[in-house]
């Protein structure tokens, strides 16, 4: 009786065919030395705080822009509320400033009148005659004042007085016949308010520096 070969049982499975993908070269683990590990490190590191700094640097333009925008918002009322200041501020300096010169008029109410005579010297040097209108209670005072500077500057002429009920106390009124100057207090104070309040309304919200002048007397 012929014997049958013997035959490996394989239990019907066949491992070589395409069912089943052979693993591909990498698939496993690798092992870092410690430079490599190190390395990494350095670069996840920095990778990490280029993040991190992207992401301050927005939050940063995003807070100054939103600062910009509060801050744009806010102009016109801060310069409104400067302008506010500024006529406030006008209106007490101007307040003090008339106490103190009607203080000052009250004390030397000739003072006025000689810086009048100094200033117009020239101008009525050749003048024969001056006469000078003043308050009653004032007049003689005034008179003397005037004299005192026409000696002064050299003025040869005849000073001649007259008064005036009409005239507030320190007000004037020098007249040489080709030409006259006068002061009042009052009229000086509101001449100036007057252009004090034109400026500001000028300026308006613009804050512009304020320029005004300050007239004291009248030529003619």
Not at 2 to 9: D, E, S, V, W
Not at 75 to 90: K, Y
Not at 147 to 156: D, F, K, S
Not at 170 to 175: E, H, K, N, W, Y
């Amino acid at each position: 009786m012929a014997q049958t070969p013997h035959r490996k049982f394989d239990f019907g499975a066949d491992f070589s065919g395409g069912d089943i993908a052979a693993p591909a070269p990498n698939a496993y683990k690798r092992l870092y030395t410690a430079e490599e590990v190190e390395r990494l490190q350095v670069q996840a590191r920095a990778e990490g705080e280029a993040a991190a700094l992207a992401r301050a640097e927005s939050q940063t333009a995003q807070a100054l822009s939103q600062m910009a925008e509060a801050a744009r918002a806010a102009i016109p009322t801060l310069v409104e509320v400067a302008h506010e200041h500024r006529v406030g501020s006008t209106g007490l300096a101007l307040a003090a400033a008339r106490k103190i010169a009607d203080a000052a008029c009250d004390r030397f109410p000739e003072a006025p009148l000689q810086a009048a005579m100094a200033a117009l010297a020239r101008e009525v040097e050749a003048t024969p005659r001056l006469v000078l209108h003043a308050a009653p209670e004032l007049i003689e005072r005034l008179q003397a004042a005037l004299e005192e500077t026409a000696q002064a500057v050299g003025y040869p002429g005849q000073i001649v007085a007259r008064a005036e009920p009409d005239l507030p106390r320190a007000a004037f009124i020098l007249d040489w016949g080709d030409g006259r100057a006068a002061f009042d207090p009052d009229s000086a104070a509101a001449r100036v308010g007057a252009a004090l309040e034109a400026a500001l309304a000028a300026e308006g919200l613009h804050g512009e520096p304020l320029k005004t002048s300050n007239p004291e007397s009248d030529h003619g």
